[in-house]
């Protein structure tokens, strides 16, 4: 037994047998909850299914079940939970406190540990997305399809819908690839007086499909004053491994991203907010993984405390303001892992209230998940597409042209949703806006 353990004693359930699922769990965040409801009205898959049990009460009250030893872990208890997109919008309804995300995520990696992934999980979602080499050469057929517009006479042959299941899925969501560029610099230098020392974390399935979002941060970065360090020993954030079940490999990427950046950076700057939310969890994942000492808990949660997003740290540096006129007419679409796990709301509706041009229209159920959530969209294509169809309808209630939102997954999802129903609007992310007005506007 490590000497991590004795950090986590209050982790022991008090009753029942500690080979149960989830006993590993802190049981007074299970007592948190005391039940009454007003998260239901905020969770997506309530609101679709009408399901208590889809909602986070009854997820609580299942898992604490299963931990108290009174129900069954059942195929049917665990599709409730599989269900649950972990868009942590309860979090931000609960009146009480309840860290829904402490209870659903390390349940599920135990609740995992006794499954086999299948083929699509060891292959692709733990062989390819963490890794953006292996992704930008795996992406390299595609690119060229689009770039002699093969794609759209395969799209026209209906070839896509022979694809098994999740194959199709990504094939479908799979947004326009730019020209392949080149990796970033090691270190790019601040314009004008320096403010600030920053790290950019590049990511992994956001570097192979939206590199130009990472080269457009580290400009608004250079031009708000910041020396911006790429760490080239940086990796995936882990979220796809632990989101699955798979802790201990998560593990092992998040000590590789601790190692690698400076320890006198003044932020580590991340513009995907499921990766960002990931980040700013590693003290808990550590906590939550069997075998992790306490040095190293120390190591991930100082790593996690540096951790900004690109629209939290600008608001908090001061923008300098963007003078290019960019006439857009846009809605801001909430990233559920930047609004309800990182807490930032406001920063990125300021930020855009300062570029020229821009009318930025409010929308509807704007927090409410579009689908995405991380490979949730791929693994359940129903409830996802149910969601992403819901979001549409209120973007194009507000008449906008343009739809802005900071996660590459929600850009990816509204994408190709869009592209299906032949709507004609571009999803960009925040800091491309403040690139463009920076860079001169359009």
Not at 40 to 51: D, K
Not at 367 to 387: F, H, I, K, Q, R
Request: glycine share 12%; charged share 25%.
């Amino acid at each position: 037994m490590s000497s991590g353990t004795g950090a986590r004693g209050s982790a022991a359930v008090e009753a029942g047998s500690s080979t149960r699922v989830g006993a590993g769990i802190d049981y007074n965040l299970f007592l948190d909850c005391v039940h009454c409801g007003l998260c239901t009205s905020a969770c997506p898959t309530y609101l679709e299914t009408g399901n208590e049990n889809d909602g986070p009460r009854g997820r609580i009250y299942l898992m604490r079940g299963v931990v108290d030893g009174r129900i069954d872990l059942t195929s049917g208890v665990r599709r409730h939970l599989d269900l649950c997109l972990d868009c942590r919008s309860c979090e931000t309804a609960c009146p009480s406190g309840v860290q829904y995300g402490r209870l659903i995520e390390p349940f599920r990696v135990d609740m995992q540990k006794s499954e086999r992934p299948g083929w699509f999980q060891r292959l692709v979602l733990y062989g390819l997305f963490p890794y953006p080499g292996r992704l930008r050469w795996a992406l390299a057929p595609a690119r060229l399809m689009q770039r002699l517009g093969l794609d759209r006479v395969i799209d026209w042959t209906g070839l896509p819908k022979l694809l098994p299941g999740p194959l199709g899925r990504m094939y479908r969501l799979l947004p326009r690839l730019g020209p392949r560029g080149g990796m970033l610099p090691e270190v790019l230098p601040a314009e004008g007086k320096r403010r600030a020392r920053v790290g950019l974390f590049s990511g992994c399935v956001g570097e192979a499909m939206f590199s130009e979002t990472n080269r457009a941060t580290a400009r608004v970065l250079q031009a708000n004053g910041c020396d911006v360090i790429v760490p080239r020993g940086q990796g995936c954030c882990g979220a796809i491994h632990y989101h699955s079940g798979s802790s201990d490999p998560a593990v092992e990427m998040a000590r590789q991203n601790v190692d690698a950046f400076p320890d006198d950076l003044d932020a580590v700057i991340v513009n995907v907010a499921g990766c960002g939310s990931m980040l700013k969890d590693y003290g808990h994942m550590g906590e939550e993984t069997a075998g992790v000492e306490d040095s190293d808990i120390k190591s991930l949660a100082g790593f996690a405390g540096r951790v900004k997003d690109i629209s939290e740290f600008l608001a908090e540096l001061g923008l300098r303001d963007p003078t290019g006129e960019v006439p857009w007419r846009a809605t801001y679409h909430d990233a559920c892992h930047l609004v309800h796990a990182q807490k930032v709301r406001e920063a990125p509706r300021e930020l855009l209230a300062r570029v020229p041009g821009l009318e930025l229209l409010p929308l509807p159920e704007s927090e409410v998940c579009c689908g995405a959530a991380g490979s949730y969209n791929l693994t359940e294509p129903e409830m996802a597409d149910a969601l992403v169809a819901r979001k549409l309808a209120h973007i194009e209630s507000t008449g906008a042209d343009v739809v802005i939102t900071g996660n590459a997954g929600c850009s990816m999802q509204l994408q190709a949703a869009l592209g299906e129903l032949g709507r004609r609007l571009r999803v960009v992310h925040p800091v491309e806006v403040l690139d463009l007005s920076y860079r001169g506007g359009a």
